[in-house]
């Protein structure tokens, strides 16, 4: 249950409860589209949050434009429940698992970046200059293989690499003035960001191993060791 008019909570942080309480999703994606991602959980008297009173009403739109906008689920209201907990006594099984796969998904991001910051802040800072060049036993496909001096830098648990090679295009390598930076705090797939000091650019890049710069790898791997 929820208390829209209750005069303890401002009413301002009650306007998703009453577009949930009224079944007006779209009322709620746009005012969800005004709103800080994540900051979508503010709880009502009696602890709910819209996620908690969305999943008790099977306001199903609504629940889908909460999760969209980063509604946490891991929330227990003034009974000790969380949303999860409301969907499973409601007998909303597709809700429910949708709830608890979206918490294992957050647990385990949540260990990996504690991990993954631990890790480096555990390796001692470096300055480091490498050269490395690749080579294949197949005659004439080495003087296509690519090669770069970096500069690899790291500092508590972030990680900077300074390099020149960008691509290849039209049967030879691009050149240019690169650098990754590496925050193991962020998020998986916001660890890793490419400057380009050229087009005075950024990007976040993929978190897929073949994405990730050699020289970051070479780096991770021999602290590693």
Known sequence: ?????????PSENLCLHRYVYMDEPELLKRFLQTMRFGSCNAQDTYGNTPL???VMLGRSDCIEHLLAHGARVDIRNGWGWTPIDEAICRKNSTVAYKLWHI???SDQEKAERLFFEDFLTK????????E?????WVPFVSRFLPSDKCRVRKKGNRVRVDMSLKGFQDFGWLRGD???????????DEKVVMLDHDQKLYECVTSQVGHVPLPLLFFLLICKA
């Open 178 to 188: 690169i650098s990754f930076l590496l925050d193991g705090s962020r998020l998986f």
């Open 123 to 130: 390796v001692p800072d470096a300055d480091i200059d490498l």
């Open 132 to 136: 490395w060049e690749l080579h294949s």
């Open 103 to 105: 918490m294992r998904t």
């Open 52 to 54: 908690h009173l969305a």
């Open 1 to 9: 249950m929820v208390e829209v008019n209750d005069a303890s909570v």
